[in-house]
């Protein structure tokens, strides 16, 4: 799956969660349990986003670990969404199964930016992302 792609399911989630919310009964719990997921779902994609334009490995893994705890956040609402009665497990199925989809695939990413071999531009002087470059500078 592309960064494109990804965008794109991020960002079908929260609206997916906004009917979801909408669907709910009208009670305290429903708007304060809605109000929570809708807060949760929306980070999910805003966080991915921020992740795609990040300025490095680790600022990039510290976006996708913020997209990793709401996607996990939001499932936990959703779960609480159907113990408490308010909606059918039947009917969040598909909607938790997205999500769960999502965080696990954060979490790979996550995995595999750890895993990946530091560039040595520090040592040698030079910023790949660049157009400034200083032939100059030695350790």
């Known amino acids: 799956m592309n960064e494109q792609e990804f965008k794109k399911r991020t960002k079908q989630l929260p609206l997916r969660v906004i009917r ?10 429903a708007e304060v ?4 997921l809708i807060r949760s779902a929306t980070s999910v994609g805003a966080n991915y986003r921020s992740a795609c334009r990040g300025k490095s490995t680790a600022d ?7 997209v990793e705890e709401e996607a996990d956040e939001s499932l936990y609402w959703m779960e609480l969404i159907v113990e ?3 909606i059918s497990a039947d009917k969040l199925k598909s909607l938790m199964s997205e999500t769960n989809e999502i965080l696990a695939m954060t979490v790979a990413s996550i995995k595999t930016l750890r895993n990946k071999p530091r560039s040595n531009s520090v040592t040698n002087g030079l910023n790949p992302k660049s157009k400034i470059q200083n032939p100059k500078f030695t350790i």
């Open 33 to 36: 349990i809605g109000k929570q």
């Open 60 to 66: 990039v893994i510290a976006k996708l670990s913020i």
């Open 20 to 29: 979801l919310v909408e669907a709910l009964p009208e009670s305290r719990t």
């Open 84 to 86: 408490s009665g308010l």
